[in-house]
């Protein structure tokens, strides 16, 4: 009877599934809403604990990049469904990342100015991490851990112990692990699918998509042939993510051009 249970219950967690914007398969175990819930209260968290940078032109700077990307019309375009109205928070820390949570958070690091050297480069990192959440790649990956933890709390019932979900499994799975001790989630495909996303929102945004190459290139310098930075943890190599991204390059360079005919030519100043 418990391996009836346990088998049933195992069979129900997979039956949630839906497709990625570019028409990949996944298992969704939460709705928008839990999910908003999840980044509005991880957002706070973080901020609470990290130094929120006070330098103005930094603000306005990074605030610039971030409006262009979220226009409603270039989200929708990805993700029809899309609604949120995003809100920024630059962080004042050396880390060279960045972060994007359902519910429209995004946080920055000024760290990451260094790398991300032209508005293009840094709407080439916040376009990546906006694409984790159009993805829905945090569900996904919440999902995925809630599947296990529930699989063990069923062994574990059958066993006659217990176990409950915790928080850092939450924060992992929503892309927050480099900062909080536990393993980043966000696999090599996710990755590849978020620059996908990334360089298309960046092209409709009017930012140039061939900086993303040049991002990638400042990012295997920072790297020093050695410890990565936060940001590039779980990426595909340099040499693979360049790759692709120039494979990419003249469907996103129509795009850009369309995007600049139309009058989005953001201007946002480097302080």
Known sequence: MKRMLITAGLFGL??????????????????????????????????????????KAINAYVQCVTAALTKPEHLQAIDASQTESWDLVVFDSDQVNAFALPGGHIGVYTGLLKAAQTPDQLAAVIGHEIGHVLADHGNEQV??????????QMIQVALGATGTPNQDMIMAGLGLGAQYGVILPFGRQQESESDVIGIELMARAGFDPAQSITLWQNMAKASGGSAQPEFMSTHPSHDTRITELSNRQPESQALYKQAQQQGYRPS????
Do not use: Y
């Open 143 to 152: 999902s995925r851990g809630q599947a296990t933890e529930m699989g063990m």
């Open 268 to 271: 946002c100043k480097v302080p």
């Open 14 to 55: 997979v039956a949630c599934t839906a497709t990625s914007p570019t028409g990949r398969d996944q298992i969704l175990m939460f709705s928008a809403d839990e999910m908003r819930t999840m980044g509005d209260q991880s957002f706070e968290q973080i901020k609470q604990k990290e130094k929120i940078s006070t330098d």
